[in-house]
């Protein structure tokens, strides 16, 4: 699975959007972008995952440069209950497991 | 309804004694896995299973034994416990196919320390 790179540590004000980088310059072709968080004393949670295109759910975006070397997931509006550690996650299609690195770590000031 | 569901979800045990995890998955998932989560937050997988069968062993102590009875229920059995063994336990299930990957859910973790 690709290497991934994220900052150790972001912080934004309530309410506002936060974009949280991640370079995957090793990417394949065929490999998938996934993003999970995990809050303070819980299991990682599932927030997005892309190929190709940019995508949105209700928890967030995911924007994926053309030459898929790095990607932003995008907190539209971030409540103080998104204050988690972020994890950039790289693997193929028929991975049998999620390779978790450092992640970045977002707090969120009131 | 808990998707992945573990228990216990605290354990506290001496050194040498062998205690067990149970976890279990209401999603239809065909794959399972155990994460382990260090003192320094670091997750790290431990065990794979796709199908009730073994798919990945990363360098884990044979002290650790994963048993699926099946497809639903991963359990993991540690024997003669040390005091490294003293981290958060997590049991994940997704559905892998050639051409997609399913989101994975976590369950909620079990903290294990020894003493």
């Known amino acids: 699975d690709a290497k991934t790179t994220q900052p150790n540590s972001m912080e934004s004000n309530e309410e506002e959007p936060v974009h949280l980088p991640c370079n995957h310059s090793?990417?394949?072709?065929?490999?998938?972008i996934h993003w999970y968080r995990q809050l303070p004393s819980q299991g990682p949670e599932y927030v997005i995952h892309?190929?190709?295109s940019n995508v949105n759910n209700r928890m967030a975006s995911l924007a994926i440069a053309e030459d898929r070397k790095s990607s932003t997931l995008i907190l539209h509006r971030a409540t103080l209950r998104d204050a988690a550690v972020y994890y950039c996650?790289?693997?193929?299609?028929?991975?049998?497991?999620?390779?978790f690195g450092k992640g970045t770590k977002l707090s969120v000031i009131p | 309804d808990t998707a992945v569901s573990q228990t216990p979800k605290y354990l506290v045990t001496q050194m040498g004694n062998d205690k067990s995890i149970k976890c279990e998955q209401n999603?239809?998932?065909?794959?399972m896995y155990w994460y382990k989560q260090d003192s320094k937050k670091f997750l790290k997988i431990m065990f794979s299973?796709?199908?009730?069968?073994?798919?990945i062993n990363e360098t884990v102590p044979n002290r650790f034994s994963p048993k699926s009875p099946d497809k639903a229920h991963l359990n993991l059995h540690i024997n003669s416990l040390e005091l490294g063994d003293s981290a958060v336990y997590f049991c994940?299930?997704?559905?892998?196919?050639?051409?997609?990957?399913?989101?994975?859910?976590f369950g909620q973790g079990t903290r294990l320390t020894v003493v």
């Open positions: 994940a299930s997704s559905q892998v196919g050639s051409r997609v990957h399913t989101e994975a859910f």
């Open positions: 090793t990417i394949s072709g065929t490999d998938y």
């Open positions: 892309g190929l190709t």
């Open positions: 996650i790289i693997t193929g299609a028929g991975s049998y497991q999620l390779t």
């Open positions: 999603l239809g998932h065909d794959t």
């Open positions: 299973y796709n199908n009730k069968e073994l798919i």
